[in-house]
């Protein structure tokens, strides 16, 4: 019983996560697990493989050790019309939009609605607009996706990852790009699509403060282990050198802020 | 040396692995096809971009064709006394050659370039991975369609070039050479095979058809995604096009017409 309940209560979990890329190990036996209804960040240097995670979570990648379970399924060992209909209750905010470049922003939202359901036209008209109303941008319904600045771009495409009203939301690098008031919406939309509509979230992202605002719970990753979760504020007050760092933003430190490389003077002096 | 050998090894590896990769995309494909039939608009509006749009290319191509054929072949036949067969030299020529031929090599130029440019960017840009995360598999919506109507234009294509062709002949033979209408004509409908000739003509187009397709969906489907990648699998697209349909072209003809 006792079992059952905590296993209810995670949404997403991975287990002892082991993933490479060619020879380059980028996760090595990590676990996490994300709660039901609530907002769990995922952050670490550029490059550690957040994006990966998340691609590993949505079934797009395939660890090569460990499990990843999402709603009590195991995404790797479904069948692809399984992962299908999962994938339909996930929604995924990509790190560049990845808007379909040769429809316009209102035909974009509209697609996976029209893809995966009979609603009337006039009906999806209803909901796009809503969708684009909230992150702000229903005056733009009209343009093409190369006519948006990047920092809008994700916000459609945001609203595009919302059409469906989805049970989660990954949310890869929301803050980037976005000026302070746009900022401003976009958490408290999070934090909104959260608590009314209780859709579990993932936010992957390296900045610091806005990540510490919305999220119940953060995983620090760093060199494919895990170096530091907690509360916001329980990771203020670590101690771990590895967190110290990437919450101070110091360059030195155990968080290498260089892609592994031979010596410097070396490299230089070589030839 | 052994260097040399190990790099033979590698690149035969990786074009098998390649042709492997190939061979399991168009078995989707197909499969994918299907799906189209329910989804009318999808299989329309490839149509339009790339049998409509490669209307005009192919008329004037065919129509140039046709023209250079009456001349040369009136040239030689006159110095047999033989010009009235010149309406059955050009068509027959179109209809089992240079039809299928000269319209599948333009075909790839004009529409295979573009699907692998299209589709390539699509990857690069993450769109094709973006559909996935939303549970819509882009073989059925995005590469069934282009496939189809791959399939579907060719022929028509084709049909369109020769039947020009002829036209072409007709004007430099008949109008400006002076080769008796009549016979340019009769000549032609009397010897021309329905079966032997037409419909051959037609079962390559349809094979090219499937094999430009096939290739630029793959070329695309499979490039690396950066704007490098894209150009080069734009490139194989042309090049291999080119070595399949003249390759096949050879293989069909001499099934066809030769007593191989
Ligand atoms: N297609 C690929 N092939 C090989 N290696 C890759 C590929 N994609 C990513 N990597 C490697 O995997 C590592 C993790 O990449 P990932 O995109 O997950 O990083 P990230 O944590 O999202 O970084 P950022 O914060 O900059 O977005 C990188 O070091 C990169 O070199
Ligand atoms: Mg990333």
């Keep these: 019983m006792e079992v059952s309940n905590k296993k209810d209560q995670n949404l997403v979990s991975i287990e002892n996560l082991t993933f490479y890329r060619g020879n380059r190990k980028i996760f090595d036996d990590i676990s996490l697990n994300f709660q039901r209804g609530k907002v769990t960040a995922i952050m670490g240097p550029s490059g550690t493989g957040k994006t990966t995670l998340l691609k590993l979570i949505g079934g797009q990648l395939v660890p090569d050790r460990g499990t990843v379970l999402v709603d009590n399924k195991n995404v790797h060992q479904l069948t692809r019309a399984e992962l299908f209909i999962l994938r339909k209750r996930m929604g995924m905010l990509f790190q560049s939009g990845a808007l379909l470049t040769d429809i316009n922003v209102f035909d974009n939202v509209a697609f996976p609605i029209r893809e995966h359901t009979k609603i009337s036209e006039s009906m999806i008209r209803t909901i796009v607009l809503m ?18 600045s990047g920092g809008m771009a994700r916000r459609i495409a945001l609203a595009r990852a919302i059409s469906l009203d989805p049970m989660m939301i990954m949310y890869d690098e929301p803050f980037s790009g976005q000026d ?26 390296h900045d610091v403060q806005d990540t510490a605002r919305i999220a119940d719970y953060i995983y620090v990753l760093s060199g494919g282990k895990i170096v530091g979760e907690g509360t916001p504020d329980q990771l203020k007050n670590d101690s771990s050198k590895f967190v110290k760092q990437f919450f101070k933003g110091e360059a030195d430190g155990p968080v290498q802020f260089h892609y592994p490389a031979k010596d410097y003077h070396q490299d230089i002096f070589e030839s | 040396m052994i260097c040399f050998f190990e ?23 197909i499969k994918a ?49 033989a010009e009235e067969t010149l309406g059955l030299m050009v068509a027959a020529s179109l209809v089992r050659e240079l039809g299928p031929v000269i319209s599948a090599l333009l075909f790839a130029g004009r529409a295979g370039s573009a699907l692998t440019a299209e589709i390539g960017l699509m990857k690069t840009t993450e769109q094709l991975s973006g559909m996935e995360m939303m549970a819509v598999d882009p073989i059925k919506r995005v590469i069934a369609p282009r496939f189809l109507a791959g399939f579907i ?38 010897n021309i095979d329905f079966q032997g000739d037409i419909i051959n003509g037609v079962i390559k187009s349809i094979v090219f058809g499937v094999v430009i397709s096939w290739i630029a969906l793959f070329e695309g489907y499979d490039t690396i995604p950066t704007s490098e990648g894209v150009s080069r699998a734009t490139t194989r697209t042309v090049v ?21």
């Design chain 1, 131 to 148: 969708k684009l109303e909230s992150v702000g941008l229903r005056g733009a319904s009209k343009l093409m996706p190369n006519e948006l």
């Design chain 2, 7 to 29: 790099k033979i090894g590698k690149k035969t590896l990786a074009s098998f692995s390649k042709l492997g990769r190939a061979t399991f995309f168009l078995i989707q494909v």
């Design chain 1, 180 to 205: 302070p008031i746009s900022l401003g919406t976009l958490v408290k939309l999070i934090k909104e699509l959260n608590s009314a509509l209780k859709i579990t979230s993932i936010i992957v992202s």
């Design chain 2, 33 to 81: 096809c299907l799906s189209v039939f329910l989804r009318p608009k999808l299989l329309l509006a490839q149509l339009y971009s790339i049998g409509v749009l490669s209307f005009m290319i192919i008329t004037i191509s065919g129509l140039f064709v046709g023209m250079v054929l009456g001349l040369q072949g009136f040239y030689i036949l006159s110095d047999f006394g």
């Design chain 2, 240 to 260: 291999n096009s080119a070595f399949a349909i003249l390759g096949l072209d050879f293989i069909l003809t001499a099934l066809m017409f030769g007593d191989i």
């Design chain 2, 153 to 190: 234009s060719m022929p028509i294509l084709t049909t369109l070039f020769s039947s020009i062709g002829v036209i072409g002949g007709q004007i430099v033979g008949v109008i400006i050479l002076g080769v008796d209408e009549g016979s340019y004509w009769s000549q032609m409908q009397a």
